[in-house]
């Protein structure tokens, strides 16, 4: 079974991570296996919660783009180089490839062997040398084992085709020869007294005890096959190690993490067919085969808290998106098959999540119950917010009964945790919480800046208003607003960047509109900011 990522949008809140945490919990206990992610940096308020539930931190989720690990290429689908020709041929055959990874004992890739490069041996390779082992020889020729005193066979083949005394008088017996011969007795009697390396009786042929003994004593290797000396002869050179065919070892290799775009863009420069897969290593994978790639197994995700492409994952259309559950007004987000989608007019997504635990007649456990509260508390700001809705605040006093947490005593705890600026550069305190909203092919970019102190940002208001423009130039908005949501005085300061300030004026229904305008009651970005500012280009 495949693993599901679990993730909310790209600038992780409380709400985001802990109803992904949450839903992959439950998922997990009804036998789905999932495993919760985040595509940023946590806030120093869900480091509180994690923290103070002791939960460990999802991983980052960089990408959901298709790999090459998740298409269906020849997994471990290679050959050791000390594996004979014919083995490797046969194995080919076996497997209707081409080519082939060539790997070494510890499976690292060495180099690429094709049929093409097996012909090439057959036809024009050196018969006469062979270099492979004594297990090879007897594989490939279906021998009988007579004498081993060697498991590496290095040398020169002859033949024994002529008569026995030209050969006798004609031929040097050395260390390295290997000869294939019938019942010629003499000749085999001078191979054995010059300790040749190899002898090969063909047609199953039987050798005098003497001769043998005289062998054992010379340690002469002697292997006998039921081939005559012809198919012998023809058959011998296929025991070659393959490695020995590989005359380049550059050969073009693709990593599992790489991304299938470029794999197809370069594979179609090289104009290749077979490709080794290679791990981060450098062990060998597998073979993947431009003319069989079939199907894919793209990565399956659910979102939570966000159902925009812009504001998901990189890499979301290639993906395959199983649910989503969101609070959040519908975007233009499409699938191409029929999903799960769980939207409801509440304050935070944990707030479904508990309805899907009491509809799938799965416990919470104390944790889990005491982040998914964490949640609710943040997105509504402990029921403040315009978000929020009386079933949030019933499901938050329950999940405070199941973690034994006192609501108000907790709430304080957290939001002071997560207001707390000190330490962060402008930079960070505005791309804390910024999410990027689209209308009418402009990109509007809201940031959300939570605090129980507003006195710390507007000492410093020039400074953030400059930072404003200077991020609207840069990253290409369209509108760019900061809202400083200040808890304690129950409303936002608006922030924006100077050529938007007519816009931002006719959102507010105002003619004019000053820098830190004071928005009593303004709490909720989505339900309060987001719709006045995205009007105004509709």
């Known amino acids: 079974m495949r693993e599901v990522y679990i993730f909310g949008h790209k600038k992780p809140d409380t709400d985001s991570v802990t109803s992904a945490i949450a839903l992959s919990y439950l998922k997990n206990r009804i036998g789905i296996k999932s495993k919760p992610m985040v595509l940023g940096d946590i806030n120093k308020e869900t480091a509180f919660v994690l923290k103070y539930f002791n939960i460990e931190k999802p991983e980052y989720l960089e990408d959901v783009k298709l790999q090459i690990k998740d298409i269906n290429y020849y997994k471990d689908c290679y050959v050791n180089k000390y594996d004979s020709i014919r083995k490797t041929y046969d194995y080919m055959g076996s497997k209707n490839i081409t080519g082939v990874p060539i790997v070494d004992n510890d499976k690292k890739f060495i180099g690429l062997l094709t049929s093409k490069m097996i012909g090439s041996e057959l036809i024009n390779g050196n018969f006469t040398k062979l270099n492979t082992s004594y297990n090879n020889i007897l594989d490939v020729l279906k021998g009988e084992e007579i004498l081993r005193f060697d498991e590496e066979i290095n040398g020169n083949i002859l033949a024994a085709s002529f008569r026995s005394t030209t050969i006798l008088n004609t031929v040097e017996f050395r260390k390295d020869t290997i000869m294939i011969i019938g019942d010629r007795h003499s000749v085999i009697e001078a191979a054995v007294n010059n300790s040749i390396k190899l002898l090969i009786i063909v047609g199953n042929l039987e050798i005098k005890e003497e001769h043998l003994q005289i062998a054992k004593q010379n340690r002469v290797n002697i292997i006998r096959t039921h081939f005559d000396t012809f198919h012998t002869a023809k058959l011998i050179g296929l025991s070659n190690y393959v490695n020995n065919l590989l005359t380049d070892t550059r050969t073009i290799s693709f990593n599992e993490n790489d991304y299938y775009d470029d794999f197809k863009d370069k594979s179609i420069k090289l104009g290749h067919n077979n490709y080794p897969v290679i791990d981060d290593n450098g062990t060998c994978l597998g073979l993947i085969r431009i003319t069989d790639i079939k199907s894919m197994n793209k990565k399956q995700v659910i979102l939570v808290d966000h159902n925009e492409a812009v504001q998901s994952v990189d890499g979301l259309d290639e993906s395959e998106i199983l649910e989503i559950i969101d609070h959040h007004n519908i975007s233009s987000l499409t699938t191409k098959m029929p999903i799960n989608f769980r939207n409801m007019t509440v304050g935070s997504t944990n707030t479904i999540i508990y309805s899907i635990f009491n509809e799938s007649n799965i416990n919470i456990p104390s944790d889990i119950a005491g982040i998914m509260l964490s949640g609710i508390i943040s997105d509504t700001l402990k029921f403040t917010s315009p978000t929020t809705t009386e079933y949030d605040k019933y499901v938050a006093f329950r999940l405070a009964e199941i973690a034994h947490i006192n609501i108000d005593e907790y709430a304080n705890k957290m ?62 908005y369209d509108i760019m607003v900061v809202c400083v949501t200040d808890i304690i005085k129950d409303g936002s300061y608006i922030f924006f960047d100077d050529s938007s300030k007519s816009e931002v004026a006719n959102a507010f229904g105002f003619e004019e509109i000053e820098q830190g305008y004071f928005f009593e009651k303004c709490l909720s970005r989505k339900k309060q900011l987001a719709p006045l500012i995205m009007s105004v280009v509709k």
């Open 415 to 476: 939001f002071k945790a997560g207001t707390d600026l000190k330490g962060k550069t402008i930079d960070e305190v505005i791309q804390g919480d910024i999410k990027i909203y689209e209308s009418n092919n402009e990109r509007i970019a809201i940031s959300q800046v939570i605090t129980l102190n507003s006195e710390d940002i507007l000492d410093r208001k020039e400074e953030y208003i400059n930072k404003i423009n200077e991020m609207k130039e840069n990253r290409g």
